[in-house]
């Protein structure tokens, strides 16, 4: 690995400060603002780890909610058993392992079968799990108690942020990362230069989903009664897919832009008119799609694109004077 | 025989939402992923012009299907075109498309969840029973049957016999050669679009006379179509009866022989195999 160049050591200690100050979040509230950082962290994490798949294949996955629920559930299952940070590493695997087997079925098609895939699959999981809690334990809740508040919750969300972005980093760093860059781009090119498609991108929705599930199951402890419509909401999925469109796939820390007022407003609305958030969800999707195609990053990157064009027509002028 | 009977029924009620999506995706290359909403308005149509007007739901699809047509014709010009009119290949009006139909569902779905509530709905329309050989069933199953069988044949007639239909299906092939033979590409996506659209509604209103709906259940519908449109092989229409029907049989056999809460998972087992096996369809040809 080469070293680090001077922009990337400044990018990283820019990051590092801003985590710091992040983190002191819960020593000034405990109450709304902590909570609602709280949820903008949780969608930071997801919206990120979706754009680690899903912004250099196009693939638009809906299957955020099972995996998150499939973290959830780890821990409503084990709680008693064994120690959280185990169960946490638990989470990753499982679902880690649905990402995969979703993926060797369906990343070898076009986009389409991937998307009606996963469209349903947070349901089918869900009547899995119902069926299997119906007939073989005794009852569909799980309740899980912890001396965990929103503070730990936070701060654990912040270091999987942490470990998120490293990760999406190095990925974008190593031959994988250029191999989804050209897949990205054209997919017929990467195949003729020998690049194992269908390969790199189980490898990298097996990444996604696994940080995914680990979310789930960090958020469990907030939940404290567990059961599968409220684990496997698949609404989750679909706010995560509009944030993440919003702030724009391109960059890493792009998605930001979009969870950020977008947790704000969902939070509002669900607050004000709970009977209205469906409509904003509906109208957000085709606001995006008609009017921020590439996202608030990539509005920013046109009209950087456009003053810079200026700033060089302007500097030409003044030198043909 | 009892499962033969209500598979069959349900899978002519899946048919139909099937052959709309199909012809939705197959001829304006538009994945609608609000077609499952487009249904349950359908239901909630009929269960209005039934309990307000006391029109029966069959004779209500004259009524309702038009309206679906033109609902969908306007979709497709208003919100749909811009789409296909932007899209450098086809699979970013892909993306778009469903990206856009995500939003007109949630916003459909968010519409209807005002008017009628999250309820449950349902009426009661020619319950009483039929015998076929020595058992009972609701005789608004068979009548929604062979109202289905008669709407689903009428499609076929159209799609091979005419000459509209033979120019729709060559859209479905090949746009860019279909507007070489002087076939107005633009106008028979429409076309399709808004028909797919009034199939679908049909299938509701004929649904609604025996199955109890609620506003949010259209993703369900949209999402079993979308396994059914691919099984059968995108705009096949023999392939999508066949697959609706086998669906249909699969998921009754399912739910009374092992667990009503698994149908869901019959209907992705089935899935699968096909993704596995035959991902251009049952009776779909390789792709060159």
């Known amino acids: 690995m080469t070293r680090l160049s001077e922009k990337e050591l400044r990018i990283a200690v820019l990051a590092i400060v801003g985590f710091a100050a992040v983190a002191t979040i819960p020593l000034f509230d405990d109450g709304y603002y902590l909570s609602l950082s709280v949820n903008i962290a949780l969608y930071a994490v997801l919206c990120t780890a979706w754009t680690l798949f899903s912004g250099p294949t196009h693939y638009i996955s809906l299957a955020t909610a099972a995996f998150f629920g499939i973290g959830t559930y780890t821990v409503g ?78 701060w654990m969300l912040l270091a999987l942020a942490a470990v998120v972005y490293v990760t999406g980093w190095l990925i974008n760093r190593s031959r994988l990362g250029f191999a ?19 390969r790199a991108k189980v490898i990298l929705f097996v990444v996604s989903g696994a940080f995914i599930g680990v979310t789930g199951a ?33 960059r890493l820390w792009a998605p930001l832009l979009g969870v950020i007022p977008f947790t704000i407003l969902f939070d509002q609305i669900s607050s ?28 920013i990157e046109d009209l950087r694109k456009v003053r810079g064009d200026f700033g060089s027509a302007a500097k030409a002028k003044e030198a043909v004077r | 025989m009892d499962i033969l009977i209500t598979g069959t029924v349900l899978g002519g009620t899946y048919a139909l939402i099937a052959l709309g999506l199909t012809l939705q995706y197959g001829v304006a290359r ?52 811009p789409l296909v009119n932007r899209a450098k290949n086809r699979g970013q009006l892909e993306v778009d498309s469903i990206l856009a139909t995500f939003g007109l569902m949630f916003i459909m779905q968010g519409v209807m969840l005002l008017v009628f509530g999250g309820g449950y709905y349902s ?38 016999r005419t000459r509209y239909g033979t120019a729709i299906r060559a859209v479905s092939v090949n746009p860019s ?3 070489l033979v002087a076939i107005n590409v633009e106008r028979a996506s429409a076309f399709a679009f808004a028909l797919g659209g009034a199939l679908t509604a049909a299938a509701g209103a004929l649904l609604s006379t025996f199955y109890t709906f609620n ?33 249909g049989l699969t998921e009754t056999a399912v739910a009374s022989l092992i667990d009503p809460g698994l149908t869901l998972a019959a209907t992705y087992t089935l899935f699968i195999l096909v993704l596995l096996f035959r991902p251009q369809g049952i009776f779909g040809r390789q792709e060159a």
């Open chain 2, 177 to 179: 050669s279909a507007s």
């Open chain 2, 30 to 81: 538009i994945m609608n992923l609000a077609n499952g909403e487009n249904l349950v308005l359908a239901c909630f149509c009929a269960f209005w012009l039934y309990s307000t007007a006391s029109i029966n739901p069959v004779l209500g699809i004259v009524l309702i299907a038009p309206g679906a047509f033109v609902l969908n014709w306007l979709i497709y010009d208003f919100a749909m075109k």
């Open chain 1, 180 to 198: 989804m860059r050209i897949i990205g781009n054209d997919e017929l090119v990467a195949r003729h230069v020998g690049i194992d498609v269908a």
């Open chain 2, 215 to 247: 506003s949010s259940m259209g993703v369900i519908f949209t999402m079993k179509a979308l396994i059914i449109v691919i099984m059968g092989g995108v705009g096949d229409v023999r392939g999508a009866v066949l697959a609706a029907l086998l669906l």
């Open chain 1, 272 to 299: 004000r008119f709970p009977n209205h958030t469906s409509l904003l969800i509906g109208v957000a999707f085709m606001a995006i799609v008609y009017f921020l195609p590439r996202g608030v990053s990539g509005l």
């Open chain 1, 77 to 154: 299952l084990g709680i008693d058993v064994l120690p959280f940070p185990v169960l946490l590493v638990i989470a990753a695997i499982a679902s880690g392992l649905l990402a995969g087997l979703v993926g060797v079925a369906t990343l070898r098609l076009s986009g389409v079968y991937f998307v009606i895939f996963t469209l349903g699959l947070a349901e089918l999981v869900r009547q899995v799990v119902t069926w299997l809690q119906t007939n073989f334990t005794n009852g569909v809740g799980l309740y899980v108690f912890t001396d965990m508040g929103e503070k730990h919750i936070f």
């Open chain 2, 123 to 160: 009426y009661n329309f020619l319950s009483e029973p039929v015998q076929i050989l020595g058992e009972n069933y609701g005789l608004n199953r068979i009548v929604a049957l062979i109202a289905a069988a008669v709407i689903a044949l009428g499609l076929y007639v159209f799609l091979y």
């Open chain 1, 218 to 250: 960090i958020l469990a402890p907030r939940f404290a009664y567990v059961e599968p419509p409220s684990a496997f909401n698949p609404v989750i999925s679909f706010q995560v897919v509009i944030m993440a469109l919003l702030g724009g796939t391109g």
